[in-house]
C-alpha cells in the first residue's frame, strides 16, 4: 500500500543546497538631493510619475511597519535568519532615508503629498488593535508585493531609459534590495508560526494577502489620482489613463499576476521564484562604475598640471 499523500502547504527548504546563497548585503547608497527632478521624471509621463511617486510616499511608512513586526516576532530565531533580519533591518532604514528625500522632492516640484501621508498614518493606527503576528503576516504580503514588482521593473528597465537619471537609480537600488531580503518577513513567519498546525498557517497568510492586497493596490490607485488630479487630469480620463498603465502598457500589475497568485500555493516560498542574477547583475554594474570612476581620478592625479 502507497504511502499516504501529504498536502505541503509551506516550503521548508527553500533552494536546497543554494539556500544560504543569496546574503543580505546593504549598499548605503545616497541619491542627488540639492536639484528636484522634474514634475514629469519618468519619461514626461503624468501617469507612470504619478503611480511611482504614490509608492514612494508609502514606502517610509511602510518600511516602519515591517521592521516594527518582523522585530516583535524574532525571539528564539536561529542565527542565520537573526543575521538576516538586521541586514534586511539596515537594508530598509537606507530606503526610508531616501524615499523621504524623494519625496520632499516631490513636494518641491509643486505636489501636495500632506493628505496622503494623513491617509497613511490613518491606516497604520488601524492595525494597533491587531495582534503582532496578524500585522507580521500582512508585512510578508506586502514584501511580497514589493519583491514581485521589483522583479518587474529589473526586468523592464526599458521603461526607465528617458527618466530622470538619479530617480531612475534610486528604484533601481531599491529594487534589487526588495528581491535580496524577500525571504527575511516569511522565515521570520514560519520561525513564528512553527508550533501552528500548517493549513492554519496557511489560511492566516493567504487571508491577509487578500486584505493586505487589496488595500494596498486600492490605496495607491486612489493616492495616483490625488496626484493626477494636482497636474489637472481628473475624471473618467485618469482613470482610463491609469487602468491602461497598469493594465495594459507597461501593465506592471498584469504582469505581477502570476506571481502575486503564487503566493496562495502549497509549498510557496519566495526564493522559489530564484532571480538572484538580478542582483548580481546589479553588482556588477556598480563595480563597473566605481572602478572606471577610480581610474579617472589616478589618470587625472597623474598627469601634469
Given at each position: 500500500?502507497?504511502?499516504?499523500?501529504?498536502?505541503?502547504?509551506?516550503?521548508?527548504?527553500?533552494?536546497?543546497?543554494?539556500?544560504d546563497a543569496h546574503?543580505?548585503?546593504?549598499?548605503?547608497?545616497?541619491?542627488?538631493?540639492?536639484?528636484?527632478?522634474?514634475?514629469?521624471?519618468?519619461?514626461?509621463?503624468?501617469?507612470?510619475?504619478?503611480?511611482?511617486?504614490?509608492?514612494?510616499?508609502?514606502?517610509?511608512?511602510?518600511?516602519?511597519?515591517?521592521?516594527?513586526?518582523?522585530?516583535?516576532?524574532?525571539?528564539?530565531?536561529?542565527?542565520?535568519?537573526?543575521?538576516?533580519?538586521?541586514?534586511?533591518?539596515?537594508?530598509?532604514?537606507?530606503?526610508?532615508?531616501?524615499?523621504?528625500?524623494?519625496?520632499?522632492?516631490?513636494?518641491?516640484?509643486?505636489?501636495?503629498?500632506?493628505?496622503?501621508?494623513?491617509?497613511?498614518?490613518?491606516?497604520?493606527?488601524?492595525?494597533?488593535?491587531?495582534?503582532?503576528?496578524?500585522?507580521?503576516?500582512a508585512s510578508m504580503?506586502?514584501?511580497?508585493?514589493?519583491?514581485?514588482?521589483?522583479?518587474?521593473?529589473?526586468?523592464?528597465?526599458?521603461?526607465?531609459?528617458?527618466?530622470?537619471?538619479?530617480?531612475?537609480?534610486?528604484?533601481?537600488?531599491?529594487?534589487?534590495?526588495?528581491?535580496?531580503?524577500?525571504?527575511?518577513?516569511?522565515?521570520?513567519?514560519?520561525?513564528?508560526?512553527?508550533?501552528?498546525?500548517?493549513?492554519?498557517?496557511?489560511?492566516?497568510?493567504?487571508?491577509?494577502?487578500?486584505?493586505?492586497?487589496?488595500?494596498?493596490?486600492?490605496?495607491?490607485?486612489?493616492?495616483?489620482?490625488?496626484?493626477?488630479?494636482?497636474?489637472?487630469?481628473?475624471?473618467?480620463?485618469?482613470?482610463?489613463?491609469?487602468?491602461?498603465?497598469?493594465?495594459?502598457?507597461?501593465?506592471?500589475?498584469?504582469?505581477?499576476?502570476?506571481?502575486?497568485?503564487?503566493y496562495f500555493l502549497?509549498?510557496?516560498?519566495?526564493?522559489?521564484?530564484?532571480?538572484?542574477?538580478?542582483?548580481?547583475?546589479?553588482?556588477?554594474?556598480?563595480?563597473?562604475?566605481?572602478?572606471?570612476?577610480?581610474?579617472?581620478?589616478?589618470?587625472?592625479?597623474?598627469?601634469?598640471?
Amino acid at each position: 500500500m502507497s504511502a499516504p499523500f501529504k498536502f505541503d502547504l509551506e516550503a521548508a527548504t527553500p533552494l536546497g543546497k543554494d539556500a544560504d546563497a543569496h546574503p543580505i548585503r546593504p549598499r548605503n547608497r545616497r541619491f542627488r538631493r540639492a536639484v528636484p527632478p522634474q514634475r514629469w521624471w519618468l519619461n514626461g509621463d503624468p501617469v507612470a510619475t504619478a503611480w511611482h511617486n504614490s509608492l514612494s510616499i508609502a514606502f517610509p511608512v511602510g518600511e516602519s511597519f515591517f521592521i516594527e513586526h518582523i522585530k516583535a516576532n524574532r525571539a528564539g530565531a536561529p542565527p542565520k535568519l537573526q543575521a538576516e533580519i538586521r541586514a534586511f533591518i539596515r537594508q530598509e532604514i537606507n530606503h526610508t532615508r531616501e524615499h523621504v528625500a524623494f519625496n520632499r522632492m516631490v513636494n518641491d516640484a509643486g505636489y501636495d503629498i500632506s493628505r496622503i501621508e494623513t491617509r497613511l498614518a490613518e491606516a497604520v493606527a488601524t492595525t494597533k488593535s491587531r495582534s503582532s503576528l496578524a500585522n507580521l503576516a500582512a508585512s510578508m504580503a506586502l514584501e511580497h508585493f514589493t519583491a514581485i514588482i521589483a522583479h518587474h521593473t529589473l526586468t523592464h528597465l526599458e521603461h526607465y531609459e528617458n527618466a530622470d537619471s538619479e530617480a531612475s537609480h534610486l528604484w533601481r537600488w531599491h529594487a534589487v534590495e526588495e528581491i535580496e531580503h524577500k525571504g527575511v518577513a516569511y522565515d521570520t513567519w514560519l520561525h513564528a508560526t512553527r508550533n501552528w498546525p500548517r493549513f492554519r498557517r496557511w489560511w492566516v497568510k493567504s487571508l491577509l494577502m487578500l486584505l493586505a492586497g487589496r488595500n494596498f493596490v486600492k490605496s495607491r490607485i486612489r493616492d495616483t489620482l490625488d496626484l493626477l488630479a494636482q497636474d489637472g487630469i481628473t475624471g473618467w480620463k485618469a482613470k482610463l489613463r491609469l487602468t491602461l498603465y497598469l493594465l495594459v502598457r507597461p501593465g506592471v500589475l498584469r504582469a505581477i499576476f502570476p506571481a502575486w497568485i503564487a503566493y496562495f500555493l502549497p509549498g510557496f516560498h519566495p526564493w522559489k521564484t530564484d532571480d538572484r542574477q538580478l542582483i548580481q547583475l546589479y553588482d556588477s554594474e556598480f563595480t563597473d562604475a566605481i572602478l572606471k570612476e577610480a581610474r579617472k581620478a589616478v589618470r587625472q592625479a597623474r598627469s601634469p598640471s
